[in-house]
Structures are given as structure tokens and as C-alpha cells.
């Protein structure tokens, strides 16, 4: 399966109260179709997967892929503390027909040894043995085993291993995957602030959180890049750095679930523990994107009559903020 632009990892919308809100994702959908997207990747970290239950899983993933209707391809994440219940959804992920099936390795009781990741993830492709696997790398679930090991071994030992979500900032060890096997394997890149980076080194796709709201921005990256034009390319880069700067001083996946608000499709709140932006912050979000000059850049090209430069004293006032 040949990927080749930005797949965007979708939210689970939510109504008020934290309940899923379902209607509204024939209309995400139709959102990534319309901004020219490849995939989509469905109940990842920014779906939120972690704060929802398998049969909540199971539901977002069903409707995601309903409202497709196989007009892109569709990945899920079926990554669970519990390999048991990893199993679990990606047979489900198979009987709805997914494309694909993602996974991060375990997250309280993680694995001690590139032996037992494998181990994991031999174990979840079990439940979906004829689907794609995408080993899902991220510093967030605390994995920090060498990715080009991972792939070189996998392949033994795991028919449907079919390449990674690299989430890290490590571009020659992305590179290094990209050139495993002669390219065998389907490397998507997973830091959207650098996706010129992972272009320079022959990434054809990546899969990321801002996609949803900004893709315009990083399309522009690709088409420059890819047509020579590095300066256009390293324009649209910098104002993807300084749009995540802003999100990041915000508290992140709060902000980037607002910005489906922003931009006229409510996803609703984030779960606890993540505590969702009250309106007063959301207010102070838009405001700093106007600032920059956001809601121009995602103008088609052909009503695209200015861009806002990025101001190097408006990316030091919104110098992203880590904990």
C-alpha cells in the first residue's frame, strides 16, 4: 500500500459532557478528503485512545471508516496496556475492514528488551494476521529501542510488519529505516514541525495531529520542496513551527483539539486527565494565531493574497512551553 503526502491522526469528537459525539465524523472526514489527504489514522494518541474504553474504540473506529466508505486508506490504532484486549480490537479492525493496523508497545509495564516489544507485537498481530502492522514509535509511550534493530528483526518474526509511525525527532534513524531492505518498508514520519526535515532524507509520508486543522500549511512544504523551492518550503515549515509553539504554550492536545473549534468543526473536549481549554483560553489561542497570520494560510492557494511573515519576535513570545 503505497502512501504518498499527509495522513492526518484524527480526533475522537466528544459532546460536552465527555460522551462521543459520532454525527460529526462524516464531516471530519469530508474535511480531510477536501484538504487533499491520504489517510487517516484513527484513535491514536490524539484520538485519545488511552482515555477511552475497547467498545468506545471500537465505535469511533467503525464510524471513521464508514464515513471513508474506502475512499482513502484507514489505519487503526489498536495499542493497549492489556495485549489481550490489543487482540481484541484488531480483529474488530479486520471484521470493519481497516487497512491497516497500528500499535505502541505497552505503556505502565513497558518492555525491557527489543526481544519483548516483538514479543508484544507478534502477540496483538495475532488478533489481525493478514492486516498490515505499523509500529507505532513514541517517546510518549516510552519507547526508545533503535527503530533500523526493530525493523531488521521484525521481519523475521512478524509477516505483516509493514513499517513505523517514527515520532521522534531521530532523522538519521528515520533515514536508516527508509533505506531497510531497499525501501521495503512504509515509513510515515510523526513530528509535524519537521516534516522538511524528513523530505530531505525521501520521507513520502508522514502521519500527524495538526494535519486536521492545518494541512494547507504542510501541503504547501511538500509542493515546494518538491518542485525545488526551498525558500517557499522553509516559509510554510516556519509558520507550522510557529503555529505548534502557540499550541504547545497552550497546554498541547487541550489546543489542538480546540483548534477543530477554530476552524468551524467542534470535536468537543479533551477527557480527563487531560483538562480541556475554558473558553477564555480558547479566546487567547485564536488571538495569538491571528497574530501570526494562521487563519490566512489556510486560504486555497488561489485566494491565498498575503501570508503574514513570521515576526522572530513573535516566535520568542510564543516560545513553546515543555513540561
Same mark, same amino acid.
Given at each position: ?5 499527509? $495522513?492526518?491522526? $484524527?480526533?475522537? @469528537? =466528544? ?8 454525527? /460529526?465524523? #462524516?464531516? /471530519? ?37 464508514? %464515513?471513508?466508505?474506502?475512499?482513502? #486508506?484507514?489505519?487503526?490504532? +489498536? ?39 516483538? !514479543?508484544? /507485537? ?16 513514541? @517517546? ?18 512478524? #509477516? ?8 521522534? &525527532? ?20 510523526? &513530528? ?14 508522514? /502521519? ?24 517557499? !518550503? ?19 492536545? @487541550? ?14 473536549? &479533551?477527557?480527563?486527565?487531560? $483538562? ?6 480558547? %479566546? ?15 486560504? @486555497? ?8 511573515? +513570521?515576526? #522572530? ?6 516560545? =513553546? $512551553?515543555?513540561?
Amino acid at each position: 500500500m503505497k502512501f504518498n503526502g499527509l $495522513v492526518p491522526a $484524527v480526533f475522537t @469528537p =466528544m459532546h460536552a459532557d465527555g460522551s462521543l459525539n459520532l454525527d /460529526i465524523i #462524516p464531516a /471530519i472526514v469530508d474535511h480531510v478528503l477536501a484538504n487533499n489527504c491520504c489517510g487517516v489514522y484513527i484513535c491514536g494518541s490524539t484520538g485519545e485512545a488511552a482515555s477511552l474504553t475497547c467498545q468506545e474504540r471500537m465505535l469511533v473506529a467503525e464510524h471513521y471508516i464508514n %464515513a471513508v466508505k474506502g475512499r482513502i #486508506p484507514t489505519i487503526v490504532n +489498536v495499542g493497549h496496556d492489556c495485549l489481550a484486549d490489543a487482540q481484541r480490537l484488531a480483529t474488530h479492525a479486520r471484521d470493519i475492514k481497516a487497512d491497516m493496523i497500528s500499535a505502541y508497545q505497552p505503556n505502565y509495564f513497558r518492555c525491557e528488551s527489543l526481544n519483548a516489544l516483538l !514479543a508484544c /507485537i507478534k502477540e496483538i498481530c495475532r488478533g489481525a494476521p493478514d492486516l498490515p502492522f505499523i509500529y507505532y514509535h513514541t @517517546p510518549r509511550a516510552g519507547s526508545s529501542f533503535d527503530m533500523y534493530e526493530f525493523l531488521k528483526a521484525g521481519k523475521e518474526c512478524i #509477516p505483516s510488519l509493514a513499517g513505523i509511525k517514527f515520532s521522534t &525527532t531521530n532523522i538519521h534513524e528515520y533515514q536508516e529505516c527508509l533505506l531497510c531492505q531497499n525501501g521495503r518498508f512504509c515509513m510515515f514520519f510523526g &513530528t509535524d514541525p519537521m516534516l522538511l526535515s524528513a523530505l530531505s532524507v525521501g520521507s513520502k509520508a508522514s /502521519i500527524g495531529t495538526s494535519f486536521s486543522f492545518a494541512a494547507p500549511v504542510l501541503n504547501r512544504v511538500i509542493s515546494c520542496y518538491r518542485r525545488g523551492d526551498m525558500s517557499g !518550503a522553509q516559509k510554510w515549515q516556519g509558520c507550522s513551527v510557529a503555529m505548534t509553539r502557540i499550541l504547545f504554550k497552550h497546554r498541547g492536545l @487541550p489546543a489542538f483539539k480546540a483548534m477543530m473549534k477554530l476552524i468551524g468543526l467542534n470535536c468537543g473536549p &479533551t477527557r480527563l486527565p487531560l $483538562v480541556a481549554l475554558i473558553d477564555a483560553e480558547t %479566546a487567547s489561542l485564536k488571538q495569538e494565531l491571528e497574530e501570526i497570520g494562521f487563519f490566512d494560510w489556510l486560504e @486555497p492557494d488561489d485566494k491565498l493574497h498575503r501570508v503574514m511573515e +513570521v515576526k #522572530p519576535e513573535i516566535i520568542e513570545q510564543n516560545r =513553546m $512551553v515543555r513540561g
